[in-house]
């Protein structure tokens, strides 16, 4: 199994900063994607960003320009550096990643993290 836990949300103001990160661990054999998404209070989950092994990377529209993401294989370990920070942004903040677990090793199965909540105040 593949478990993802997620640390660094929080409240910040408009125009702020967060950086969140999201560790796997457990019974890994390769991850490919990673990537974040969001969900706001009534609305339905968004993709935010990927990055693939190979570094990859696409954005929301909605937020390109702002987000970074970027992952450290060496870790399992994917980051999203959270800039210019809107209300809009509100909301909790999923990791997702496509691995290949032991000893299944030739399939490929999505895990998700528990959410981590950000809050942006106006």
């Known amino acids: 199994q593949v478990q993802l836990v997620e640390s660094g949300g929080g409240l910040v103001q408009a125009g702020g900063s967060l950086r969140l990160s999201c560790a796997a661990s457990g019974s890994i054999f390769s991850i490919n994607a990673m990537a974040w998404h969001r969900q706001a209070p009534g609305k339905q989950r968004e993709l935010v960003a990927t990055i693939t092994r190979d570094g990859s990377i696409n954005y929301a529209d909605s937020v390109k320009g702002r987000f970074t993401i970027s992952r450290d294989n060496a870790k399992n370990t994917v980051y999203l550096q959270m800039s210019s920070l809107k209300p809009e942004d509100t909301a909790v903040y999923y990791c997702?990643?496509?691995?290949?677990?032991?000893?299944?090793?030739?399939?490929?199965?999505?895990?998700w993290g528990q959410g981590t909540q950000v809050t942006v105040s106006s």
């Open positions: 997702n990643v496509a691995a290949a677990p032991y000893p299944r090793v030739g399939y490929e199965y999505d895990y």
